[in-house]
């Protein structure tokens, strides 16, 4: 069981740094958006593997939900859904 926990992490791990480059490198600022938000994802699952449930609930809600959601927002009212 031990080394089935390790893949994961290492998984999650990985899928947090590829989509946190990811938003950080992307023209197209709603795609970056994304990523940011797949990256905040990729983080409450670390802390659920890491056994922090609330953390993780925190993390959910506010790096995978109202910070994307806030965003795309301020996108759509100054016009910029597009590149930078």
Known sequence: MS????????AVV???VVS????AE?????????????TGL???A???ILHAPDVAIS?????AALAPVILIVTLKK????GSK
């Open 20 to 23: 946190a480059i990811l938003a």
């Open 59 to 63: 993390e959910a809600a506010v790096g």
């Open 42 to 44: 990729f983080a409450a």
């Open 78 to 81: 100054i016009g910029k859904g």
């Open 46 to 48: 670390e802390f659920l």
């Open 3 to 10: 080394n089935l926990v390790l893949i994961l992490n290492v």
């Open 26 to 38: 992307l023209e197209n600022l709603l795609s970056a958006v994304i990523a940011l938000s797949i």
């Open 14 to 16: 990985l899928g947090l």
